[in-house]
Structure formats: structure tokens, C-alpha cells
């Protein structure tokens, strides 16, 4: 069998509490390594600028740098054949593709609004994300990035509606997810797929962290099927730990 050179993936932290990253993405790309055996050296990063495209996660892989999470899934399926949606029909794709883009394009935009706007979770990014740098450096670096969350929640267009708003239209998404899910073990079936990662990318740092107050959380505790559907994928996910795991 071919041997690969080692894939080194760069997140932000393994530190967080109840989440194996603070970013939604981060965990969906590394639950799909775990799920597909794909062995990778992490890395954790406090600064997105770092990475090729501005944003985490990224990859390297010998002499090859691939930015974002999709596209590393394009990237596996094209140089090592792993395809984690070998079995579902044209028809479950087409779902899965339209799901994960609900969740990547708007739900997880109003989870940024919740950890960053809403007064009650200031202290998730000036004492637990920002929390190694020293003040006052702390308190400008906190400042300069909400300023920058805020324009880009703007740009985005979720940032123009009010805080009631949003989530009216994330919890709609919340619902749709545990609605697909039903009472099957994962979102098509029997067996785990890329939308299973993605979900649980989300969910888990919904519900994950201790102490934060959202809409999103008591929304998710409305379905029992969604929280022991987290539960779930948070025990594959520290199961299926790869054989190498370093931290840089
Ligand atoms: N489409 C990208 C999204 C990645 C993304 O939005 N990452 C966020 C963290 S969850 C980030 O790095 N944000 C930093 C920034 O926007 O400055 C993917 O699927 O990887």
C-alpha cells in the first residue's frame, strides 16, 4: 500500500472546554480524518491570519497547502480516495449538500453573533480565546476582532437583523437539522457520513462550552434526539483518535 506523507492540520485550540476546537469547522474537518483513519499531526494556531486564506482550519501536506474544510474533503477524495458519503444515493447527497450548507452559511454565522454580541458571552473571547495575551495588549486585539466579527457579520447580512431575529432563523435551522435527524443514529442512517461531522462541528460548540447563554442552547435542548446525537458523535470523535497525534 502507497504510504502518504503525514497531513499536519492547523486549528485554533484543543484547550477549550467541551469542545475538541472552538471552531465549527476545525471539528468537522478533523472528526472526518477520525472517521475516514486518516492519521494528521494538529497544530493550534491563535492567529487565522496565519493560515494561507485568512481563515482555520488549513492543511499541509508535503509540499501541498489546502485551505478550508470542503475543499480538504475535494482534496482527500481526489489523492487518497476517501469519500465519507460512499453510501448515499444521488438523492441523500444532494440533502447532505444542501444541510451542510444551511448549517456552514447561516447557522454557524449566528453562533459567531451569540459568542461575540451578546453581552452575557464577552467573557468566551476576552478571558478564555484571548485569555494567554497579556492586557492591555488583550483588550485591543479584543476590540480590533470584534470590530472586525461585527463588519463581517454585516457583510454577511445576518449582522442588519436584530438579536431576536437571528435567531428566529437559526433556531428554524436547529429544528431542521433535528427533524432529518429523526430517530436514526446518525443524519442518513446507520452509518456516519460528512454531514455527520459537519452537524456535530456545530452542535457541539452550540452546547458544548460551560457557561454560555444562547437562544441556540436552549433550542438544541428542545430535541433530545439532537443532544444524545452529540453526545454520540463527541464519543466516535474521541474513539477514533489517530495513532499520531502531536501538538505543536
Ligand atoms: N469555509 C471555511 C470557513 C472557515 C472559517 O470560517 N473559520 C473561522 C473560524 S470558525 C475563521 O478562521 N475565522 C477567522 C476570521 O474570519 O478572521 C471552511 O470550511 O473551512
Known amino acids: 500500500m502507497a504510504r502518504h506523507p503525514m497531513i499536519d492540520l492547523y486549528g485554533f485550540s484543543t484547550e477549550v472546554p467541551g469542545v ?3 471552531s465549527a469547522f476545525v471539528v468537522k474537518l478533523e472528526t472526518a480524518l477520525r472517521l475516514a483513519g486518516v492519521p494528521y499531526r494538529r497544530h493550534s494556531l491563535d492567529d487565522p491570519s496565519k493560515g494561507p486564506k485568512g481563515k482555520l482550519p488549513y492543511i499541509t501536506c508535503g509540499e501541498e497547502i489546502v485551505a478550508d474544510s470542503t475543499l480538504i474533503m475535494d482534496w482527500l477524495k481526489e489523492r487518497r480516495g476517501i469519500d465519507l458519503d460512499w453510501h448515499l444515493t444521488p438523492e441523500q447527497r444532494a440533502q447532505s449538500h444542501a444541510l451542510q450548507r444551511m448549517i456552514e452559511e447561516r447557522l454557524y454565522w449566528a453562533l459567531t453573533y451569540t459568542r461575540w454580541c451578546e453581552p452575557a458571552n464577552e467573557w468566551l473571547e476576552k478571558d478564555l480565546f484571548f485569555g494567554g495575551i497579556p492586557q492591555p495588549l488583550r483588550f485591543f486585539i479584543y476590540r480590533s476582532v470584534l470590530k472586525q466579527t461585527k463588519a463581517t457579520l454585516a457583510a454577511h447580512g445576518i ?13 428554524r435551522d436547529i429544528d431542521a437539522i ?28 452550540i452546547i458544548g462550552i460551560p457557561d454560555i447563554k444562547s437562544p441556540l442552547i436552549d433550542a438544541m435542548r428542545e430535541h433530545e434526539n439532537l443532544i444524545a446525537y452529540t453526545d454520540r458523535m463527541l464519543k466516535l470523535f474521541t474513539e477514533q483518535a489517530p495513532e499520531m497525534k502531536a501538538a505543536a
Not at 442588519?160 to 437571528?166: D, F, K, L, M, P
Not at 427533524?179 to 452537524?199: H, M, N, Q, W, Y
Open 20 to 22: 475538541p476546537d472552538p
Open 159 to 171: 449582522g442588519r437583523h436584530s438579536g431576536e431575529e437571528i435567531y428566529r432563523l437559526a433556531i
Open 178 to 205: 433535528a427533524a432529518t435527524l429523526g430517530e436514526k443514529p446518525f443524519l442518513f442512517g446507520e452509518r456516519v457520513s460528512l454531514a455527520d461531522a459537519t452537524a456535530f462541528g456545530i452542535l457541539v460548540n
